[in-house]
């Protein structure tokens, strides 16, 4: 079951974090849905010749968990995406451990804009970073006191 946040109950500093062991099945799932089937995901024996000695996941899957967070956790259900910036620092592979926080830095309690700092770690190191923006809920708008 997902939980959430009205905006009436944000404040800044509230954060909130998803952890997910990148598996090759989700690697793979990815590539379907996505279309992207860059060897460098895919292909392991490609992938060993690359910069980085193996198969790493796609940058979006890590993007993608930041998106889970900001869904099912904080704001949470009814919460809708308006942007995102990404930066990607460090390769995820399969069997890491990735914990994605995302943290209120802004309320702009008006239009129900929050802006988020959005961070994926791997073993305490950054490996993916950015910004969200989301449309909150209101209480008001979900018709309970």
């Known amino acids: 079951m997902t939980t959430g946040r009205y905006l009436e109950d944000l ?20 590539a379907s849905v996505t279309g992207d089937d860059n060897p460098v995901h895919l292909d392991e024996a490609y992938a060993a010749t690359t910069r980085f ?16 967070v900001l869904g ?3 704001p949470g259900p009814g919460a809708i995406y308006l ?4 930066t990607f620092r460090r390769p995820v592979r399969i069997g890491d451990e990735v914990v994605t ?4 830095t802004a309320i ?3 239009r129900a804009r929050v802006t988020l700092s959005t961070v994926c770690t791997v ?8 910004e969200a923006v989301v449309m ?8 309970e006191a």
């Open 11 to 30: 404040k800044t500093g509230d954060s909130e974090s998803l952890t997910r062991t990148v598996t090759a099945a989700d690697i793979d799932a990815f």
């Open 83 to 86: 942007s995102q910036t990404v």
């Open 123 to 130: 073993a305490g190191k950054t490996v993916t970073e950015g």
């Open 101 to 104: 926080t995302a943290t209120v």
């Open 53 to 68: 000695g193996g198969r790493i996941a796609h940058g979006m899957l890590s993007a993608g968990y930041i998106s889970a």
């Open 136 to 143: 909150a809920p209101r209480r008001a708008a979900s018709g």
């Open 108 to 110: 702009d309690a008006e």
């Open 72 to 74: 099912t956790r904080l």
